[in-house]
């Protein structure tokens, strides 16, 4: 027998093949400006490309690094692009880029204490630092890292669900605004709640949870028998950056005696700035917060996060003991983190934090959060100052929405529409920037989510300019 069923290679072709990822991987962070951040690719084009049956035999691996430097790469849109504005960008960093490939080279298990106390330990100083940064319990409080901050709304409420309502759940009722994220919606299907017991509450013109409306909701299902026990506000909506009125939910929440959830996958990162911290007041009053470094933590994919004020309630949620994982229990305060969410086996995410922490320092992090912050603000300048563009929702936690009307010209609302729509499909087609539209209070405009601190006031100039010149052609 050849030894091929070891799955290995040897050291000399072990170190050409990392070589070669590490050349193609800085190349992608030095280059990357150069580069167009759009890719278009149909399903039969990607067919084409790649589709074709297992392999039984082997094929020499430098060909098959080759095949994906040269084809599977460059078919991603790069959304670390300075020129990439849309949904949200993945502006991530190569310190942590390093970080994962260690994790995932020494292929560390990050459930329980036992098996890696270091990656465990390192989960807890690093969640210590955002427990401090968010002004949770420091004793008391605990949360985890997650795949995302899909994952980690989900587990704060289930979390919720069991600490409010135990087992019988067919009555609870949960609140959130028409502008919350649809990964609350979707957890609250995985949970097996019914469409009738979620409130979607309407917001204010600022886009903003309307208090009075969600006090009547919850007056009215209290009349009609039903048990609210949950409000999740958004800090920072996905769509304009918008902060629900954060203290006024937690006084509504503390005398409804309700659940606190905050959904900050977007904004939470905010906290580092003075601007954001100040946005964000009342969020340390949350009983569970979602967080996404992947997002404006500068974390490469994937890394989610959820805080509670008490950790005792993920451990009274998730922890099962089957008779395979007896004898590593240990002690307490060693933390076995498939006790405190969803997964078993899971990933060494703590270290891509804390590697890019060390590295840079976390004023860095504030100083690139601060920057995104005055760059979104910039371009609000810049707009109100054109005889083109008009503003829809104001420059908040980074994120800006306007659209093209002249003053000179009078289009109707419809025709806005149009125009805005071509816009981006114009820009988008000549691969330029990345720069989608979003419909706010039925207008369609276009949207600008400005975290990456590599993007450059001069960026958002070039790409309004050819903005302007694709809506000449138009109109
Ligand atoms: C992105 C986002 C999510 C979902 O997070 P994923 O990391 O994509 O799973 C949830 N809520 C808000 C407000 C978001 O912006």
Known sequence: MDNSHKLQLNAQEMKDYGYQVIDAIVEHFIEETKKQPV???????????????????????????????????PNSSIVSHPKSYSFVPGPSNYVSVMADTLATGFNIFSGGW?????????EIVTLNWLLKLFKFPSKKGGGLFTSGGSMANLTALVTARRQMCGDDFSKAVIYMSDQAHSSNIKAIRVLGFRKEQVRIIPTDLEFKMAINKLKNAIARDRLAGLQPFCIIASAGTTNTGTVDPLNDIARICKSE?????????????????KAGALALKGIEKADSLTIDPHKWLYQPYEMGCLLVRNHKWLSQTFTEKPEYLRDIEGNTSEINFYDHGIQLTRRFRALKFYMSMKTFGLNAFRKAVAY???????????????????????????IINFRYNPIDKQ??????????????EGIIASKEALLVTTVLQNQVVLRMCLINPRTTINDIKETLQKCTAIAKTLS
């Open 39 to 73: 890719v278009f690719g149909t399903r039969e084009e990607m067919d084409s490309l790649f589709k074709t049956e297992a392999p039984e035999e082997p094929m020499n691996y430098k060909e098959v690094m080759d095949f994906v430097v040269d084809k599977v790469l």
């Open 114 to 122: 036992a098996a890696s106390p270091a990656a465990a330990e390192l």
């Open 257 to 273: 005696k309700l659940w606190f959830h905050i959904d900050g996958a977007y904004g939470g990162a905010a906290i580092l700035s």
């Open 372 to 398: 995104n912050i005055d760059l979104a603000e910039e371009t609000e300048t810049i707009l109100r100052a054109s005889t083109n563009w008009e503003v829809i929702s104001p420059a908040t936690l980074a």
């Open 411 to 424: 289009y109707t609302e419809k025709e806005l529409d149009a125009l805005n729509q071509k816009i981006s």
